[in-house]
């Protein structure tokens, strides 16, 4: 998925969940964050302290990112949640073992992934921590059917367009994409057509399974669950019985889905924006913005830089306030978020990508 739904969607169904302007406004810069937080390594200050964070993206998410470390470390926490073959632990897909890293829409794996930040309610951080589980668990639909990993089953052959007809566009555009026999990590062989809410698409996958794409439906289905996780969440009861969007307002979405169809992520994303401001959804017209880098961003607010990539020799004032920024919040979240998903969710079902 792209910024329109990671963030404009996330704030939207935050707010119908119950979560305030802050409150969403947090969650859905986190979710959006995941893809922009592209820097990794040592932050210095000018005192002597310093901070670590993580990465949780390549520069223009890249599929042709070949370190099968940071496909490890990136890919799959982030991007493509092992699903297991969308059964529960304890049981294994039929096939190859790699298949229990293909990615499934809201898989035992994924739901136990929103259960655990439920638990983790308590953390300085957990408003970023849900933003970042539901950036996961909404990729669980749009990435369905690839793995983070470079893998011969990610491989697609006859891709077809909403009619049915083979997608010349497409395939013309892959000859130029990726490098000599590489094998393709996600969808990279489908491009970005999994991350588009308006699209109907279909492929031949890696297994010479044909498969058939609905994207607004798909997303319409990961409108819907990321806004029961977040009315769990904030009931503080992963289990609690808890009601669908109001008819209004998923129409409303799912017209969005097929009407803003620009192909460009960040066009649809102002569409978004304006559709909030002028109170399409029944929770009232309101401002939202987001700025991942530079002056008003997150980054800024915390050490000061306008740069959109640092270094090593660079040396930060330090403030008290950065104990307490958001920028922290979100690289605290990030790293407790890794770690759970590689070290303590994934062995349980068989996975060891740590």
Not at 150 to 159: I, R, Y
Not at 315 to 326: A, C, G, I, K, L
């Amino acid at each position: 998925m792209q910024i329109d739904f990671h963030h404009g969607v996330t704030y939207v169904v935050s707010r119908l969940a119950g979560f305030d302007h802050a409150e969403a406004e947090t969650i859905a810069y986190c979710a959006q964050y995941v893809d922009d937080a592209t820097n990794g390594g040592v932050i210095k200050f000018d005192n002597g302290w310093s901070f670590s964070r993580i990465s949780s993206a390549h520069r223009l998410l890249d599929y042709r990112n070949f370190q099968e470390l940071a496909n490890h470390y990136v890919w799959i926490p982030f991007h493509f949640l092992p699903g297991n073959g969308g059964l529960p632990a304890g049981q294994s897909p039929i096939g190859p073992l790699n298949h229990k890293l293909i990615c499934a829409p809201n898989s035992y794996v994924a739901q136990d992934m929103v259960r655990e930040c439920i638990a983790q309610r308590h953390e300085a951080y957990a408003l970023h921590r849900l933003g970042i589980t539901m950036h996961v668990y909404a990729d669980t639909w749009a990435h369905q059917g690839f793995m983070g990993t470079n893998d011969k089953f990610n491989s697609a052959s006859k891709l077809l367009d909403a009619n049915d007809n083979p997608d010349r566009h497409l395939m013309d555009r892959l000859k130029s994409f990726f490098i000599g026999e590489a094998l393709p990590l996600g969808h990279g062989s489908v491009l970005s057509n999994p991350d588009k809410p308006y699209l109907r698409w279909g492929y031949i996958n890696g297994d010479g399974d044909r498969i058939t794409r609905n994207n607004p439906e798909d997303f319409l289905a990961a409108a819907q669950h990321l806004h029961m996780a977040l009315q769990r969440y904030r009931l503080g009861d992963a289990d609690a019985s808890v009601p669908g969007l109001l008819p209004a307002d998923a129409d409303r979405i799912a017209q969005c889905f097929k009407t803003f169809t620009d192909a460009n992520g960040k066009v649809r994303h102002q569409a978004w924006m304006n559709a909030i401001k002028q109170g399409l959804f029944s929770f009232g017209p309101t401002a939202v913005t987001y700025v991942d880098k530079g002056k008003d961003s997150w980054k800024f607010n915390a050490i000061g830089t306008e740069k959109l990539l640092d270094s090593e020799e660079d040396v930060f004032q330090f403030r008290n306030e950065f104990f307490n920024s958001n920028w922290k919040h979100f690289h605290d979240a990030l790293l407790a978020h890794r770690f759970y998903i590689l070290h303590e969710l994934l062995p349980v079902y068989g996975i060891c990508m740590a």
